[in-house]
């Protein structure tokens, strides 16, 4: 004996509520994804800066810590000396892909200037472009920039 219903199938949106939920997901992935990206080097506190730069897809982190002279320098998360760092960064500019990268010079607030120096001049040397990565302004202050000039 053969059962069969008396009911009519409505579907609805009984099967559109699967679809709703892939939509919503993938939303929520392209939403949230650039926050769970991570940047390579080790935290330190950057400067502020009131310039935005645009997102490099080939990019190198070069990590100044805090301290003077004798400041820990990180390539990626590798710790490595001045000397270590410029054979390094020798050894990436014959890599054809990195070889057009980006150095991205993350440093301390307390780093001294010298000590910057010192790491952008290395970076520079290897050919490679050069960029400072600085924490957005978000208190929205004018900076001594913004201020007019004496006359």
Known sequence: ?????????RPGFLHAIPLFDLF??????LLLGPLF?????????VPTSRFQMQRYG?????TVGSGG???????????VTLGELA?????????ERMGRAVVLLKTDTRTTVGMERKVS??????????ALVGEPDRAGKESKVDAPLPE
Do not use: H
């Open 24 to 29: 919503a997901l993938v939303t929520m992935l």
């Open 1 to 9: 004996m053969k059962l069969e219903t008396t009911l009519e199938e």
């Open 58 to 62: 080939d990019s190198v982190v070069v």
């Open 121 to 130: 001049e290395i970076v520079l040397g290897a050919g490679f472009r050069l």
């Open 87 to 95: 054979a390094q960064l020798a050894k990436l500019k014959l890599d």
């Open 69 to 79: 002279e004798e400041a820990p320098i990180y390539l990626g998360r590798q710790a």
């Open 37 to 45: 990206l991570s940047q390579g080097g080790i935290s330190v506190e």
